[in-house]
C-alpha cells in the first residue's frame, strides 16, 4: 500500500478507535504499514541479476518482459500483462488504501487564504465622474412628475395647425392662449397630458392636440453620508438615485451598499439595495428624484468574507441573510471543484478569541446561522489522479490518457503513425511512483520493441511515459581554437568546415598572431590517440587545400604568437633609481633610456661616475668581458661617450653620493607664532628651532608640552 509522508503520519496519530472504524471501512482483515506499532520493514527479496547488468537494466527486464517467440506472430497484441493477478490480499490492501484515502479527504487540514479578499461592490464606483447627465433624448416615463422649469409642447390639429413650446412657471401653470392657465405642477405626465388634450377639445372647436415633453428642468439635491463628496448637486429631473451616488464620487467602503436612503421632507420614503443592481440587476427601487431629495448612505453594516472555491470570493456586506446558504449564494454558489465534507468558520468571540467551527456544506451545515465578522473558507477537493497516465514528448498526441488495468504502451502508442518524425526508437523512459514516500524511480524500455509486440510494457496508474526525439541523442561535432584569435574557444563544425573557417569563425588572428605554421590536435575517434599536425597558417588562409584541412570532431587548433618564436635581450639598472630591475632591451636603447625607463634618477644619485658592466655568453657561460665609467649627467644630455648604446646583459650601477644624509626636519605644532616644518643643522638645538618659530604664544601652556622622538 503506498501512502504518502502525510498521510503515514496522520495515520500513525489516529486513536485505536479510529483505526478499528478504518479498518472495518476496508473489510477489517488487513494490516496497513505503520498504522500501530513501530514501522518494521522486512527484507526485501532481490533476485539475482546476470553478470553486466546494470540494476537500471534489471529493472528494465522487469518491466519489459519480453514474448515468447512462439507467441510473437500469433497475438501480440494479447500477450499477457506485465502486473501478476492480483491475490486476495491485494485487494484487501488496495480496499484499505482508498478507505484512507477517503479518510484523509474528510480530515486533512486544508488551507484556504483570505489575502486579497476586497468588499464586493465597490469597483462599481472606480473612477466615478464628477458631473453626471442623464441621456435626455430617452422618452419620458408617464410617471414623471411635473414642476417649475419643466417645458411642455403642445401640437394643434384641425383647424389650428400650430405647436406651443411651454414651460411651467413658479406657480405651476401654463398658459395656452385661447384657453387660459392650467395647473399642472405635482401632476403626472400621463395626467397633465389627458388634462390638457381635454380643455384643448372643449375649449378649441375643431381641434385636437399632441402633448409632447420639452426640456426637462434641473433640481437640486443632497447626497450625505458615506460618500466620496457629500454635499449639494444639481441634476436632471429625470435623475434617480444611483445617478446622484454617481455624482458625488460613489459610496465610501465605510458605507452601506444595501441600505442607501431616499429622504424626502424628513421622512424615508425608499431604500435602495445596489446587491440587487449588481446581482440581479433589478432597478426597481432605484427611484427617480425630486427637488430637494436626500440621499444618505449609512455606515456599513454586518460583514461575512467568503474565500475559496466559490464563483466570486468577496466580502460581503449582510441584509436578510443570516444562514451559510444564503452567504454562499450572495458569493454566486459553489465551484465545481469545492469540497462539501467540510468548510470552516472562523468567528471572533468576545471571550474565548477566535474560533473555529467545521461544517459540512449540506443541508444541516448550509442552515447555520452567521455572524458579523465571520470568515467563510470552502475548501477545494484533493486533486489525486487515480486512474491516469501521461505521454510526452516526441509524439502527436501529448497530454493525460485514463489508466485501465492490463494497459500497455501499446495501448497509448498502437504504431508508428502515433509518432512525431525522427523519435529515437532504442530508447523510452516511464517515469513511477514507488513505495510509501512515492518517490519517482526511471525505467528504461526499447521503444521499437515495443511498438512491434516483441516486449509487453505494462503500465501503472501515474506512470509517464517519455518519447525522446532523435537529435537529443545526437552529440554535435565540435572543434576548439586557442592562441591568438579574437574569440578563442569551441565551435559547432558544420558540414565542409576547414580551419580557414573555424579561424573566421573565432574572430580572425589578431596582430601578434605567428603565421608561419599553427598546431592542430587531432583525435582518433576509436582509440582516442591524439595526434599533433602543423598547418601552415598562412596557406591555410589563402585556401590552399594542402593546409586548410577539414575539420574532424574534437579537433584543436593553437596558434601562437610572433613573441614565442622571437629571443628576449635584457638589460639591468641598480643603485639609485627609482625603479631599479630588469627592462626589456629594445633595438637603440641607450644608457639614457634605460635612466628613463628606470623612473630616472633620485636625489642621492651621484651623476658623475656610474659603472657600466658588458656581458657575453662564451661557451655556454655568462662572463664579464668589459667596464665602462658612465658620467651620467653628461649621458642624460645624450653626450656619445657616455650615452652609450647597450647590447645585451648590460648592467649599470648607480652609485649613491657619499656621506649622503636627507635634510632632517622638526615638526613644531600647537601654541607657537609660527608652526610649522623647520629643516635643522647638526648639533643645533631645539631652543633655537623655537626661537626661529617666532617663540610661544600668549596661550601656550609649557607644562603640558609634549617632545616626541
Known amino acids: 500500500m503506498d501512502l504518502s509522508p502525510a498521510q503515514l503520519q496522520m495515520l500513525q496519530q489516529l486513536s485505536p478507535e479510529q483505526k478499528k472504524k478504518l479498518l472495518q471501512a476496508a473489510g477489517g482483515q488487513a494490516g496497513v504499514k505503520g498504522a500501530s506499532g513501530p514501522n518494521v520493514s522486512r527484507p526485501r527479496v532481490v533476485k539475482p541479476r546476470p553478470v553486466g547488468m546494470g540494476p537500471a537494466e534489471a529493472e528494465a527486464r522487469q518491466i519489459a518482459k519480453p514474448v515468447p517467440e512462439e507467441k510473437q506472430a500469433a497475438a501480440p497484441a494479447a500477450a499477457p500483462p506485465l502486473e501478476k493477478v492480483r491475490s486476495p490480499a491485494q485487494a484487501e490492501r488496495e480496499e484499505i488504501r482508498r478507505a484512507f484515502a477517503a479518510f ?77 392657465p392650467i395647473a399642472v405642477a405635482g401632476m403626472r405626465f400621463d395626467e397633465a397630458r389627458a388634462l390638457i388634450a381635454e380643455a384643448v377639445k372643449k375649449k378649441l372647436i375643431g381641434v385636437t392636440a399632441r402633448v409632447t415633453m420639452g426640456k426637462l428642468r434641473s433640481i437640486r439635491v443632497f447626497v450625505l453620508g458615506d460618500v466620496a463628496r457629500p454635499g449639494s448637486y444639481v441634476v436632471s429631473g429625470l435623475a434617480t438615485i444611483s445617478h446622484a451616488l454617481f455624482v458625488s464620487g460613489g459610496v465610501k467602503k465605510t458605507g452601506s451598499l444595501r441600505r442607501i436612503q431616499l429622504k424626502r421632507e424628513g421622512k424615508v420614503v425608499a431604500t435602495l439595495d445596489l446587491y440587487d443592481l449588481l446581482l440581479h440587476g433589478d432597478t426597481r427601487h432605484d427611484v427617480r428624484l425630486l427637488p430637494q431629495d436626500v440621499i444618505f448612505v449609512p455606515p456599513l453594516g454586518p460583514t461575512v468574507s467568503v474565500a475559496g472555491a466559490v464563483l466570486r470570493p468577496a466580502i460581503y456586506e449582510l441584509r436578510h441573510e443570516r444562514t451559510l446558504g444564503e452567504v454562499l449564494k450572495l458569493a454566486g454558489g459553489l465551484r465545481p471543484s469545492a469540497y462539501r465534507g467540510k468548510a ?101 524500455f526499447r521503444l521499437a520493441d515495443a511498438l512491434a509486440g516483441r516486449i509487453t510494457v505494462a503500465l501503472k496508474p501515474h506512470d509517464k511515459v517519455y518519447v525522446f526525439n532523435r537529435a537529443r541523442f545526437r552529440r554535435q561535432p565540435y572543434a576548439r581554437i586557442e592562441g591568438l584569435v579574437a574569440s578563442p574557444g569551441v565551435y ?107 623612473g630616472s634618477l633620485t636625489e642621492r644619485a651621484y651623476k658623475k661616475s656610474a659603472e657600466l658592466t658588458r656581458y657575453q655568453v662564451i661557451n655556454g657561460e655568462k662572463r664579464v668581458v668589459a667596464r665602462k665609467d658612465i658620467n651620467l649627467e653628461k649621458a642624460l644630455m645624450h653626450d656619445p661617450e657616455h650615452d652609450l648604446a647597450l647590447a645585451p646583459y648590460d648592467r649599470l650601477i648607480v652609485r649613491r653620493i657619499e656621506n649622503w644624509r636627507a635634510a632632517e626636519v622638526v615638526h613644531l605644532k600647537g601654541e607657537f607664532r609660527f608652526p610649522g616644518d623647520y629643516p635643522i643643522e647638526e648639533g643645533e638645538r631645539l631652543s633655537s628651532v623655537i626661537a626661529r618659530a617666532g617663540g610661544f604664544t600668549d596661550e601656550a601652556y609649557l607644562p603640558a608640552a609634549v617632545f616626541l622622538r
Open 104 to 180: 484523509v479527504e474528510e480530515s486533512a487540514p486544508l488551507t484556504v487564504s483570505t489575502e486579497g479578499l476586497k468588499q464586493f461592490g465597490y469597483e462599481l464606483f472606480a473612477g466615478a465622474p464628477t458631473t453626471f447627465a442623464p441621456a435626455t433624448e430617452i422618452p419620458v416615463p408617464p410617471e414623471y412628475v411635473l414642476g417649475p422649469g419643466d417645458e411642455l409642447k403642445v401640437q394643434f390639429f384641425g383647424k389650428r395647425t400650430d405647436t406651443l413650446a411651454l414651460t411651467v412657471d413658479r406657480e405651476g401653470m401654463i398658459v395656452i392662449p385661447d384657453i387660459g
Open 492 to 598: 559547432e563544425i558544420k558540414k565542409h568546415m576547414r580551419v580557414s573557417d573555424l579561424v573566421l569563425a573565432a574572430g580572425g588572428l589578431l596582430r601578434d598572431a605567428y603565421t608561419e605554421w599553427a598546431e592542430l590536435y587531432r583525435t582518433d575517434p576509436e582509440t582516442k590517440a591524439v595526434h599533433r599536425l602543423v598547418v601552415r597558417l598562412e596557406q591555410a588562409l589563402e585556401g590552399d587545400p594542402k593546409e586548410n584541412l577539414a575539420l574532424q570532431d574534437l579537433d584543436r587548433l593553437v596558434v601562437h604568437s610572433v613573441w614565442e618564436f622571437k629571443t628576449k635581450d635584457t638589460v639591468a639598472i641598480q643603485g639609485e633609481v627609482h625603479r631599479p630591475g630588469v627592462y626589456p632591451l629594445a633595438e637603440g636603447m641607450r644608457v639614457s633610456d634605460l635612466i628613463v625607463a628606470a
Open 344 to 444: 470552516q468558520i472562523e468567528r471572533y468571540d468576545p471571550e474565548d478569541g477566535l474560533v473555529v467551527l467545521d461544517v459540512a456544506l449540506d443541508r444541516r451545515g448550509l442552515a447555520t446561522r452567521v455572524k458579523n465578522g465571520d470568515v467563510v473558507k470552502v475548501f477545494r477537493k484533493t486533486r489525486y489522479e487515480e486512474n491516469s497516465v501521461f505521454l510526452l514528448g516526441n509524439v502527436r498526441r501529448p497530454g493525460k490518457y485514463a489508466w485501465r488495468p492490463g494497459m500497455t504502451v501499446r495501448d497509448l502508442l498502437p504504431d508508428e503513425e502515433a509518432l512525431l518524425p525522427e523519435t529515437f526508437m532504442d530508447y523510452a523512459l516511464i517515469e513511477r511512483e514507488e513505495g510509501e514516500l512515492r518517490e519517482p524511480a526511471l525505467y528504461r
